[in-house]
């Protein structure tokens, strides 16, 4: 099994839960933000390379997060991963797909723009993987100090 995998196994079920509900809020986002930034080129006579750029990166994106929330869907009911491979390339392809045509986007608007949502969304990554970790992290201490040895359990069978 992938490490991935392996996790949602080990996760509780509310966990696995959220976590899909999280993807499907990200999914549903991208894809109403990906119709907004197209939206405009869809009467215009000629795209220069940053429009190009969006359109392409959204067409690409938005099908495949449909998919995604619709698997997701299927996860939630079924309570468990697909554990496809094609499901993981379909999300690595479908978001960075969609963050291309964002900078695309904004970059089209003005290269300032563009530039602030690229490294926008870099520090936004990192500021979303330091902030799991260490949610994650205390859980784990907190865990592990619940199980120590010589702790009582306070319910008493109960």
């Not at 392996?6 to 993807?23: T, Y």
């Not at 939206?39 to 994106?61: G, K, N």
């Not at 520090?123 to 865990?143: F, P, Q, T, W």
Request: proline letters at 2%.
């Amino acid at each position: 099994m992938k490490e991935d995998e392996a996790e949602l196994h080990r996760a509780g079920g509310e966990q696995v839960e959220e976590w899909l509900r999280q993807s499907n809020l990200i999914y549903g986002g991208l894809m109403g933000v990906g119709v907004v930034m197209v939206q405009p080129f869809l009467t215009a006579s000629s795209l220069d390379v940053s429009a190009t750029i969006c359109v392409v990166a959204f067409s690409v994106a938005i099908p495949l997060l449909a998919a995604l929330v619709l698997v997701n869907q299927q996860e939630a009911f079924r309570r468990r991963a697909s554990g496809s491979v094609l499901v993981d390339v379909a999300k690595a392809v479908a978001q960075t797909c969609a963050f291309a045509g964002l900078v695309a986007g904004f970059w089209h608007i003005s290269w300032m723009a563009g530039v602030g949502m690229l490294a926008g969304g870099l520090v936004g990554v990192g500021v979303h993987s330091a902030g799991y970790i260490r949610l994650e992290h205390n859980v784990d201490l907190i865990d592990s100090e619940s199980e120590e040895p010589g702790t009582e359990s306070t319910d008493n069978g109960q």
